[in-house]
Structure formats: structure tokens, C-alpha cells
T-cell receptor, first 114, second 110 residues
Framework: EAGVAQSPRYKIIEKRQSVAFWCNPI?????LYWYQQILGQGPKLLIQ????????DSQLPKDRFSAERLKGVDSTLKIQPAKLEDSAVYLC????????????FGQGTRLTVV | KQEVTQIPAALSVPEGENLVLNCSFT??????LQWFRQDPGKGLTSLLL?????REQTSGRLNASLDKSSGRSTLYIAASQPGDSATYLC?????????FGAGTRLTVKP
């Protein structure tokens, strides 16, 4: 079974530029999560999708971050414009259901904003 | 709001030792608790998932326990090996939310 795929693995951009990350979840997984992990901290949930609907985006900085999950499969997370404090690893995860199911994570995208 | 705390933040042990990692959470209304391993520069690998109705789960040299009423979980690693060196994260799933602790960075010295 293929795991959660993310790209790119690494990205370096200047502040005020825009950037997009892509995630392909495990086949058949209806729930998809985007997490932000700042160095030395645990992952923080940014947004959770159930199929192509948003379940929770309460911690997503909506003035600069946006995410979509068209057709309930792949998802993209965008930052525009980026700030220095957005430097982090962005992790995508998926699970078969919205609650009480095991979550599987991708390798993450390491973003450096300079 | 759920708060998840992991103690200690870092741990260094000689190879062969048995060790315990701790995780505590403030809201006992949870669906499950999951332990993950994270290697440097990598994503998270799921180790064990304990449902709220369960007391413990075992996989090989790993044993995780859950005491929901006291808001605590422990991850026991038997006969530690250098390959166990990584950051261990616990995550608690509540209502529409999975919250992580900051992790324990484990180093097992040969």
C-alpha cells in the first residue's frame, strides 16, 4: 500500500513570495490533514478535510494560508505572502475516517523563508 | 482546549536499558491516543494506537498504556537499541481534533 505522498520535499523562498505544497493521501482515505511543525515543537493542525469539505480550519491563518481538496483526493496548501515565521515542516496526513482511526503521515515539506 | 505535555523533553540512555516516556493530557474526553516516531528530517511513523476503551497496546519491544481518567499515557521501550534514537510524539484525538505533544528526543548510546 502506497503511503502519503508530498511534494516538494524542500523549498526555500524569500519573504512575501508565494508557495504551494501538494499532498496525495492514501487511496480511499476520506480524511486529510495539514499540520505545521516548527522546529522543536509538535505538529499543529492547520486544516482537516473530510472528503472535499472542511471539518476544522480554526488554526489556519486565513489571511495568508489557503487549502483546497478538489474531488476529495489530492490537496494543496498555499501561503501567500510568506513570512519568516512560516519556516517550518508542513506535514500532510490521512486516515480512513474523521475520528478514531489511525493517521498516516507523509515525509513533509521543509519550508525555509529568508 | 486540550493541552498535551511530554516529559522528559530529551533522554539519553545506554544501549540495552528499558525506558519509559510520559505523555499527559488535560481533557479526558478523547477517542484515542497515538504514539509516533519521527526521525530527523522525516515524517511521522505511527507506532501504537490505543482506543479510549483500551488500557494498553503492545508491538514488539514497545508497550503503550493509557489511563484516561488521570490523563496519562506511557510508552515503554524494552532493551533499547541505537536504532531507537528518534523523537517520540504522542497525539490525542478528541472531538474533530488531534493534538500533539512537543515530543521526547531519545538518544540510545552504543
Amino acid at each position: 500500500e502506497a503511503g502519503v505522498a508530498q511534494s516538494p520535499r524542500y523549498k526555500i523562498i524569500e519573504k512575501r513570495q508565494s508557495v504551494a505544497f501538494w499532498c496525495n493521501p492514501i487511496s480511499g482515505h476520506a480524511t486529510l490533514y495539514w499540520y505545521q511543525q516548527i522546529l522543536g515543537q509538535g505538529p499543529k493542525l492547520l486544516i482537516q478535510f473530510q472528503n472535499n469539505g472542511v471539518v476544522d480550519d480554526s488554526q489556519l491563518p486565513k489571511d495568508r494560508f489557503s487549502a483546497e481538496r478538489l474531488k476529495g483526493v489530492d490537496s494543496t496548501l498555499k501561503i501567500q505572502p510568506a513570512k519568516l515565521e512560516d519556516s517550518a515542516v508542513y506535514l500532510c496526513a490521512s486516515s480512513s475516517g474523521p475520528t478514531n482511526t489511525e493517521a498516516f503521515f507523509g515525509q513533509g515539506t521543509r519550508l525555509t523563508v529568508v | 482546549k486540550q493541552e498535551v505535555t511530554q516529559i522528559p523533553a530529551a533522554l539519553s540512555v545506554p544501549e540495552g536499558e528499558n525506558l519509559v516516556l510520559n505523555c499527559s493530557f488535560t481533557d479526558s474526553a478523547i477517542y484515542n491516543l497515538q504514539w509516533f516516531r519521527q526521525d530527523p528530517g522525516k515524517g511521522l511513523t505511527s507506532l501504537l494506537l490505543i482506543q479510549s476503551s483500551q488500557r494498553e497496546q503492545t508491538s514488539g519491544r514497545l508497550n503503550a498504556s493509557l489511563d484516561k481518567s488521570s490523563g496519562r499515557s506511557t510508552l515503554y521501550i524494552a532493551a533499547s537499541q541505537p536504532g531507537d534514537s528518534a523523537t517520540y510524539l504522542c497525539a490525542v484525538e478528541g472531538n474533530n481534533d488531534m493534538r500533539f505533544g512537543a515530543g521526547t528526543r531519545l538518544t540510545v548510546k552504543p
